[in-house]
């Protein structure tokens, strides 16, 4: 109990130097207005570490030390889905550390999995998170890695408040969004660089020291743990299977792709916040992501 007060305490406590970073222009649509917040315990259950793991009020509260991580999963399977929630991430040394929140079918097709992350990399002292997006289709994310990496910086400091992100999966695209704005667009060009599987819905905090932060220079230090993630505002709206349902849209005219609004803030992100695309890397061989061609 101690030592849950102590991670509530510094959670709430501390938080690191201010941004003046400009913030995107407005979206003109707020698809997580259009879904209801659910609890925790009304959607999800504990994966792994437990005792890492603990509702706090309305929160969910997870962490890392030099014993374990800890994540959780959804209940239920997912054809396409919105999936969301508010997190508040921790200041100070953390590199080498994941928050994760994703959808993925890895317990379901073990070394053939699909996965959709936001994953945000762990950061030494006085430097910016980063948030990588990636989709991973039928194993490429497995024994040959073929990831499909966009990663941005944040226009605000993503651990003195909490702040919405979310996925929107649908058979047609793919769209992530921090706040409502979209981030990233990624369309289904061909069902070989798509995933089209069911899905379970994750979140997870980790040690991925060989290769989170500047490729691994920097490792998990355990002075500094324990190393703490906050979660509240969970947003589910998706389909289990059949006809007859799809999740809330991506855009307000209800179709595929985003409309002039949201491309002009997805532009503006990308301007201004993008830091790396796997499809602008002269050392990816593009032949096995033929989506970039």
């Not at 997870?62 to 508040?88: E, H, M, P, Q």
């Not at 999995?113 to 910016?128: P, V």
């Not at 290769?211 to 190393?227: E, H, I, M, S």
């Not at 532009?267 to 695309?277: P, T």
Request: proline share 7%; aromatic share 14%.
């Amino acid at each position: 109990m101690a030592l849950l007060m102590s991670i509530i305490f510094f959670i709430f406590s501390i938080s690191p130097l201010s941004s003046n970073a400009q913030a995107p222009p407005s979206p003109g649509y707020y698809p997580s207005e259009r879904v209801g917040s659910i609890g925790f315990n009304q959607g999800f259950t504990n994966l792994w570490g437990p005792q890492h793991q603990s509702l706090v009020q309305d929160s969910l509260v997870i962490w890392l030390d030099r014993t374990s991580g800890s994540g959780f999963k959804s209940v239920n399977s997912y054809t396409s889905c919105y999936f969301g929630a508010a997190i508040k991430l921790q200041p100070g040394y953390t590199a080498g550390v994941i928050t994760s929140l994703y959808l993925s079918n890895n317990e379901e097709h073990p070394g053939n999995h699909d996965e959709i992350d936001i994953e945000f990399l762990g950061t030494t002292e006085n430097e910016s998170y980063v948030l990588q997006t990636n989709v991973y289709v039928r194993g490429s994310g497995d024994a040959t890695i073929i990831g499909r990496e966009i990663k941005f910086h944040l226009w605000f400091d993503p651990t003195k408040d909490f702040h919405n992100y979310a996925i929107l999966w649908n058979p047609s695209q793919i769209i992530f969004y921090v706040d409502d704005v979209p981030i990233r667009r990624y369309p289904r060009k061909s069902d070989e660089t798509f995933p089209l599987r069911p899905m379970w819905l994750y979140g997870s905090i980790w040690d991925a020291s060989s290769w989170a932060t500047d490729n691994g220079r920097y490792k998990a230090d355990y002075t500094y743990q324990p190393f703490v993630a906050k979660y509240n505002n969970f947003k589910v709206d998706g389909c289990g299977g059949g006809g007859g349902c799809s999740p809330v849209p991506g855009s307000p005219g209800g179709s595929d792709g985003l409309s002039s609004q949201q491309r002009a803030a997805l532009a503006f992100v990308h301007h201004n916040y993008k830091v790396y695309d796997y499809c602008r890397d002269p050392k990816r061989d593009h032949r096995l992501t033929p989506e970039c061609l």
